[in-house]
């Protein structure tokens, strides 16, 4: 899902933080891909049902809200992935009539050769022109190459990944680099119920504990380090008032871990807490605070049929 970017130095600083923190971008190399999958096809992550609910049921009334007047636009796409809901929204605009090119952007290569070919396989008449760099950089390319109006994709609650501070930088930076009539459609889940939002992130079978736990396979695996992992376990948290999940990782003795790559050692306590993870949820009333305060309108909101969950598209004004 993610290219590996500055794994070492991002792992050095946060293990050497007073407050211990991994980020959760690291949890996906091919291992945490394929635990990924099975957390997406768990009844308790309802996330991924409801989007995909959205996206299968509603494509019509999204297209009709894409004031794109019939004229070609570029269907861009943040963080394709595996294209998994990407795939049901493509089929039901190309049912809808809607004339479109797809612009996968991801700063993995790899993610982009299998997405095309793919997709290609899928949707033989559709231009598929993929960009591989970071977002607002291809954003960049986009607008030297092309003058569609654009709609760009953000699927999946991966905003609510992202510490509040740069969820408004993203926001702010994403509009700079459109055009006045373009729109974005990103998906946030929304504050609800905090049993059913806590059982997302605490399933019984430990898929989500696993998850988490990767993170310290893979610093064993690529930087040399000696985590046992049986001494740690997952700690998932959900503060209904801020709507914040926060997950740990948790020491479960006093130990020291050596990671060989960084020629250092790191003490934990018993009982401490390493934060790997935040997925923040919303209310509505929030979305629009945040479109707003970036320079977008909001167009409409997009919701599945249990509010559980919104994609909102918003106009760059
Ligand atoms: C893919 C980042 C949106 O935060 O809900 C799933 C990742 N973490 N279970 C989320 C995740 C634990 C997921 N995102």
Redesign the pocket.
Known sequence: MHGNMNFKEDIVAGLNADQKYLP?RY?YDAEGDKI?QE?MKMPE?Y?TKSEFEILSTQAEDILAAIKANGREFDLVEFGAGDGYKTKILIEKLIDAGAKFRYIPIDISKDVLINLKADFQKLFPNLEIRPENSEYFQALEEINNKSQNPKVVLFL???I??FREDSTVKFLNGLNNKLNKGDYTFIGF?LKKNPNIILD??NDKQGI?KA??LNILKRINGELGADFNIADFDHY?YYDPESGF?K?YIISLKKQRVNIRDLNQSFDFESGEAIHT???RKYTTHQIEVLFKNAGFNVSKHFYDSRHYYVDTLAEKI
């Open positions: 959760s949890f990924f957390i992550y996330l999946g609650s991966s609510g990944n889940d997302a992130y989500t998850f988490n998932p999940a997950s993870e935040i997925s």
